[in-house]
């Protein structure tokens, strides 16, 4: 199905079903342990051995020899495989390093052997006893001193966040030099982990000359392709399966060291091979959000018009890597006749940088978001009034482009009311609460819509169920349950007469989980899929396509009616189709919005941050399932304050490494930390998105969270800090006087 024109009345705008909250049709299995995850395949993988991989010591180098023989004659071992004895292999295209290194190693913790035994312990201990001796290189870990001579560098995230080396408009110099109000401020934003529950981990098995990989991945069809590439074997010859990711973050879109290390594991034992990295391979031998420096240059008039904006950033990543596309909103948030973007890379031999939930904006709107209250300020204005007086409904670069649905003043306005922002004092350090400072912020919320193909097939069985089929995976996000619930309105059946079956390669393939696309896209091709399904329903029955209605377990056309059952009862009857996108998404840019209001204390003895309360306000077209978007928006507020609070990942510049490397050193928000969380979703379908008028939401509602929180915590104590953790010791001495 070709989506080239905007959507009309269809059968999803009924929202029977679609737009009502349900609760998760996943759950049960969930919480009563029953949903089995990668590692847990025993039933389907008998004789199954254990692999444990053996890391890089070294950020950089070269390995000089390998003594296996203490290791292999360990007790339980069964094989050692190592780039010697793997026979050659490619690299799949979305990953910048090669997963097995040797003898050049690309960086600490990359993988150099897998030991394969009976037990997990056995290999565990086995793998102690590997010795590497290495020829340490010269290492290039400091990004601040890389980035003097970084080049201008593009770069596009493929997940709808990216720019030119430099992007011009206007005259951005002249007009930021004639600005009567000017600002001109350094952001910097760390290096983070995605530090998922459930660590990277696959099951591996042959049978001849073909791999089955039961593995923890969210972007199946792309890893089957990387998967074939690396071995150099045929697509065919590969199938992944996933059912259930226990989340993923964007650490899981790429075939990472689990994945290979297992099928390599498991052809050399002749048998299968289940294996999950431990957890500092997470931080140093997958990918991480990587680092940056960002400077951000406002100027405006005195009546708070902005005639300059500026948004630099710089990051870094290994050879052939990319930058973090932390400037791409602000090309399209605010409006502004004179603009300059740029970003600089620097080649670093840290582990690969990638990935990680809302990649680009995350990062980048915690800078702009400070640096617009910051010039709010400046010019005596209310920082919602800032941000409203430079709303634009047309993109600024390309001003005949509308936004298809921009609602941010809506959700600014509304957010403001319901948190009661009227009650915030502008002056800071002014409101305290026994030994608290307590202080009001606010952010915009900004995520692109990406539009990508998804294909579903759809099965109507004897007695009356609708299957659907798709490799699209659930990463915690809820797929299960929308994808149930666009199958039953189309069908015109409940809920519990739709079975899903998802994160099989065998399925046809679906967009994803990844980018803020999965949901709006994955259901679409169930949409296309159920479109053909009841056109075979209505050949079937005599009916003419055109005009039949599908309700209540019935198939309706005119005055006749006939139960949809019926049209099985000789064999079951298939639809199967894609979703495939025309150029909408270049006629309008399609955008989606929020606001996000957080109240902080800061102890004014200790310095410590506590966040009291917070708010999203989010217009991104039909909401599919109020309940399980909730779910994700808060679950994206919390990564939030982690981001804003907490989360760096720290780096050692004399051996390259990141040192806090488990979830001991790297700290996270747990319950403890997150207060009452409050969600609105603002009544919005956007026709030209696709045929169920929606978009995603899922880091949308991240997309801001870290400036709102700086920007409480300056409204708190009248310390402003633009370094990010906001950590006490960087405002600690700075606190207003206690006496």
Not at 105 to 127: G, K, S
Not at 354 to 374: F, K, Q, S, V, W
Not at 676 to 689: G, K, M, R, S, Y
Not at 723 to 735: A, G
Request: glycine letters at 10%; proline letters at 5%; aromatic letters at 6%.
């Amino acid at each position: 199905m070709k989506f080239e024109t905007p959507a009309q009345t269809n059968p999803i705008d009924r929202l029977k079903v679609v737009g009502q909250a349900h609760d998760r049709i996943d759950g049960p299995l969930k919480t009563s342990g029953l949903a089995t995850y990668a590692y847990e395949h025993h039933r389907e993988v008998p004789n199954v051995a254990y692999g444990y991989v053996v890391g890089s010591a070294v950020g950089k180098g070269r390995i000089k020899s390998l003594g296996l023989d203490e290791a292999r004659r360990a007790p339980g071992v069964v094989t050692i495989v190592t780039a010697q004895d793997a026979g050659p292999l490619g690299k799949g295209d979305r990953n910048t390093a090669k997963l097995l290194g040797g003898p050049e190693v690309d960086h600490y913790h990359q993988a150099v052997a897998v030991v394969v035994a009976e037990t997990f312990e056995q290999a565990r201990a086995a793998a102690a006893l590997v010795r590497v001796d290495y020829e340490r290189g010269d290492g290039r870990f400091d990004l601040d001193e890389l980035l003097k001579t970084a080049p201008l560098t593009g770069g596009d995230s493929q997940e709808g966040s990216g720019s030119s080396p430099e992007h011009r408009v206007g005259k951005f110099e002249e007009a930021f030099g004639a600005a009567p109000v000017k600002l001109d401020q350094r952001y910097t934003t760390p290096d983070q982990s995605h530090a998922m529950m459930e660590p990277h981990a696959t099951i591996a098995a042959w049978q001849g000359d073909e791999l089955t990989l039961w593995t923890s991945n969210q972007m199946i069809a792309w890893n089957k392709a990387d998967m074939a590439k690396t071995l150099g074997i045929p697509k065919e010859k590969v199938r992944l399966i996933s059912p259930y990711v226990g989340g993923g973050f964007g650490g899981k879109l790429f075939l990472r060291a689990d994945a290979l290390m297992a099928a390599l594991a498991a052809r050399a034992a002749k048998r299968p091979v289940k294996l999950a990295l431990q957890r500092p391979l997470m931080a140093n031998n997958t990918t991480h959000r990587p680092a940056t420096r960002q400077r951000v240059r406002i100027g405006a008039t005195k009546d708070g018009t902005i005639t300059a904006i500026a948004h630099e950033s710089g990051s870094g990543d290994l050879e052939n890597g990319g930058p973090e596309t932390a400037v791409n909103q602000t090309e399209l948030l605010y409006a502004g006749a004179n603009r300059l973007t740029s970003m600089r890379l620097a080649v670093l031999d840290l582990p690969e940088g990638n990935a990680m939930r809302a990649p680009g904006e995350a990062p980048g709107m915690m800078a702009l978001e400070i640096a617009i209250d910051e010039m709010a300020e400046q010019l005596g204005m209310d920082p919602i009034a800032f941000r409203i007086k430079n709303d634009t409904q047309v993109d600024p670069k390309t001003p005949t482009r509308k936004f298809s649905e921009r609602n941010l003043i809506r959700c600014m306005q509304e957010g403001a009311e319901r948190f009661g922002w009227d009650k915030r004092r502008a002056k800071p350090a002014q409101v305290r609460d026994g030994r608290w400072l307590v202080g009001m912020g606010v952010a915009a919320a900004f995520r692109n819509h990406v539009s990508r193909p998804s294909g579903a097939r759809v099965r109507l069985g004897r007695d009356g169920v609708v299957t659907v089929e798709s490799d699209m995976t659930d990463i915690g996000t809820g797929s299960y349950t929308i994808m149930a619930q666009t199958a039953a309105e189309m069908m015109g059946l409940p809920l519990d007469k739709v079975v899903v079956k998802l994160g099989d390669s065998s399925f046809p393939a679906s967009a994803g989980s990844g980018g803020q696309w999965g949901a709006a896209n994955a259901t679409s091709g169930v949409y296309a899929a159920c479109v053909k399904l009841r056109e075979a329903v209505a050949q079937r029955l005599g009916f003419n396509a055109a005009d039949v209605a599908f309700e209540d377990g019935q198939v309706r056309s005119g005055n006749r009616a006939l139960p949809l059952t019926q049209a099985a009862q000789d064999g079951e009857l298939l639809g199967e189709d894609r979703i495939e996108f025309g150029k909408l998404g270049k006629t309008f840019q399609q955008s989606t919005f929020g606001a996000h209001f957080v109240e902080v204390g800061v102890d004014a003895y200790t310095g410590v941050t506590r966040v009291r309360r917070m708010l999203a306000v989010c217009a991104a077209g039909r909401i599919l399932n109020p309940q399980t978007a909730r779910s994700q928006v808060i679950g994206a507020m919390t990564m939030g304050v982690g981001g804003a609070l907490m989360e760096e990942l720290a780096v050692d510049t004399r051996f390259g490494f990141f040192v806090n490397h488990d979830l001991a050193g790297y700290e996270v928000p747990v319950h403890a930390d997150i207060p009452h969380q409050e969600v609105i979703f603002l009544d919005e379908a956007d026709a030209t998105a696709n045929p169920l008028k929606a978009k995603g939401v899922g880091e949308l509602g991240l997309c801001g969270v870290g400036a709102a929180v700086a920007n409480a915590i300056y409204n708190a104590t009248g310390v402003r800090v633009r370094d990010y953790p906001i950590t006490l010791e960087k405002h600690l001495e700075r606190l207003p006087s206690i006496a």
